[in-house]
């Protein structure tokens, strides 16, 4: 067992084991809970939804997410948003990563939905399972496994995870042993959303809405080193109210335009707004708007930040954003997109659209060449930060800036 996974296995002992010895209720349909009801509690881990091809009948999947805030009475959200029929999950379970695909003695215990161990989930819905007794550590590897009996047509999921998870095939969700979880997948499936209620009152999370550098691409697989990761990790430390970070990163994803994924501006509500205990956003978007000719002006990259800014003011939360790093070197950066950059860079310094600003340019850019990444922190491809280039990034957020009330 790797001490990072150990630690958080030995923290908690064995994951809700308040629920060791109540009797498996009887496997019955459940109805989906209300859809647009966001539960109490706070959001742990997050990843957006996405089209992921076609789903496999009697396919399980063992995946493994990285909590943020730690807490009771945990809460898994399923997705079937892109789906064309509805999703049938027929058995669920969670607990703490042991080491691969095992997980630690004593921590799996099955999810209910309404009571009952099988649910619906209908096409273009979502289902929170119901909470589950007892405690779930901070920064540590949990672990969802699911089957998914007659899934067919498009799967609900989010591709680029930077986390190894596996698949077998069969029932084995309630299995401890990794054993017949053979295969592997850069993907999570079927999940979205987790959630738990934390120890200290008034605790909050931050939801970062952007796009691949968000989304971790350049930082090392496995070790959980996406600057959300470091922010996780720093606000833990600290001890701040806001402790809950959700990644809402899409890997090419835009604010305007739908493409990979749908659009900042089309999915806000869904992945962000929707998320329990969000109180700040962190918008950090629009490199993939501005590059590579698109058309897209700086008049039009910074309507769609204030249209992300009242939307989110409305719904009570607080905004910071970052501004757009530098990317001379990548292949799709000219001048005239760099021209844009500046100008929407200039926007979000002096703006009062926002609650505060961060300012992710300063930090990621040489100073002999300001148009590029610096090249300690340069992943390789003059525009994604490596990992010290992430943490970098994380350690530039002001702390007090998250613990925002509107």
């Known amino acids: 067992m790797s001490g990072r996974t150990g630690r958080g296995v030995r923290a908690a002992a064995a994951l809700l084991t308040a629920v060791a010895c109540q009797s498996a209720p009887a496997a019955r349909a459940a109805p989906l809970p209300d859809s647009a009801t966001r539960p109490s509690g706070v959001v742990t881990w997050a990843a957006s939804a996405d089209r992921m091809g076609e789903g496999t009948a009697g396919q399980g999947y063992r995946l493994v997410v990285r909590t943020s805030v730690g807490g009771s009475d945990l809460r898994v959200r399923f997705t079937n948003t892109f789906g064309d029929r509805p ?48 405690n779930v550590p901070a920064g540590t590897d949990l672990v969802v496994s699911l089957r998914t009996p007659d899934a067919a047509g498009p799967a609900t999921g989010h591709w680029m995870a930077m986390q190894t998870s596996y698949t077998g095939q069969g029932d084995h969700t309630a299995e401890e042993s990794g054993a017949d979880w053979t295969q592997t997948t850069g993907s999570w499936w079927y999940i979205d959303s987790v959630a738990v209620r934390p120890a200290r009152p008034g605790s909050g999370a931050v939801a970062a809405l952007g796009d691949s550098i968000t989304d971790g691409w350049q930082s090392t697989t496995d070790l959980d080193r996406r600057w959300p990761d470091y922010l996780a990790r720093r606000l833990n430390a600290a001890g701040r109210p806001v402790q809950g970070v959700a990644n809402e990163g899409i890997s090419g994803n835009k604010v305007l335009a739908d493409g990979a994924g749908q659009a900042a501006l089309h999915r806000l509500d869904r992945d962000v707004l929707s998320q329990p205990g969000v109180r700040t956003v962190f918008l950090f978007e629009g490199v993939n708007d501005l590059k590579a000719d698109t058309g897209v002006t700086a008049a039009d990259l910074i309507a769609g930040y204030r249209e992300i800014a009242r939307r989110a003011h409305a719904a009570g939360t607080c905004v910071v954003a970052a501004t757009v790093g530098p990317f001379k070197g990548w292949s799709e950066w000219d001048p005239d997109a760099e021209a844009v950059r500046q100008e929407v860079n200039g926007f979000l310094r002096g703006s009062g659209d926002f609650d505060a600003v961060t300012d992710f340019d300063r930090v990621l850019r040489s100073p002999y060449d300001p148009e590029r990444v610096l090249p300690f922190f340069d992943g390789g491809d003059h525009l994604h930060p490596n990992d010290k280039g992430m943490r970098a990034m994380a350690d530039a957020v002001d702390l007090d800036s998250l613990d925002c009330t509107r």
């Open 87 to 134: 999703l049938t999950l027929d058995s669920v379970y969670a607990g703490l990563r042991g080491q691969g695909a095992a997980l630690g003695a004593g921590s799996n215990r099955p999810l209910t939905f309404g009571g009952a161990r099988t649910v619906s989930v209908p096409a273009g819905g979502v289902a929170w399972s119901d909470p589950l007794p007892g």
